[in-house]
């Protein structure tokens, strides 16, 4: 499903829903939600039933996709504990924008439709992923190694992106989009665990 008046997307299947009472006040949820939000920004958002409330209420799980500043974010207080559980302390506003922006890109890797990657946006990474291969070649214990299991992985994931810029002469293709994704999450995630040098940040 997904709400494009709106400029919502969910995975709450319609078609599993047995009351058009719910799916009415996942709409109206989502009117009121999208009305306190920055207009660009895209939304997804997901019902989660609860049995044992008493008058069998949904509570929604959101989240807005910022795609001018590349990250994730909300409009009131959540529970950040599962987001950034692997880091015991956060440093700074930059250090748990790393994270934020690792989460916009796993939302990238999921919903392509939703993301233009510009070819230049390729051609950075790939610049990236070639200075770890290089890396790779002249240091012991390197970030290639650490963060894609091996150098040779890292090596892989440059020809497919490199592969890609060269047969595409126009906007990438949805595996290029995934691929990019899934990249660039891995590698912002990896900057918020070591953005101090420390095994853990």
Known sequence: MRCCDQNTITGFNIQWCDSVQRI???EEW???????????WLMYAEPIHLADSPDQSDMYEYYYVDSVRRLVTWKQNVSA??????????HDKEHLRRELEAQFWKHVEYFLFEQSLPLSEIQSLCQELRYLCVEAATMEGTVAASIFGNPDTTEKLLRYLS???ESCGGPAD???VALFGRIKSTLC???????????EA
């Open 24 to 26: 009415r006040d996942f």
């Open 81 to 90: 504990e599962l987001l950034f559980q692997e880091s015991a302390y956060i």
């Open 30 to 40: 989502i009117t009121a939600a999208q009305a306190r939000a920055n207009p660009k």
């Open 189 to 199: 995630h990896h900057q918020f665990l070591h953005m101090h040098g420390f095994p």
């Open 174 to 176: 949805e595996f290029t």
């Open 163 to 165: 592969e890609a810029v």
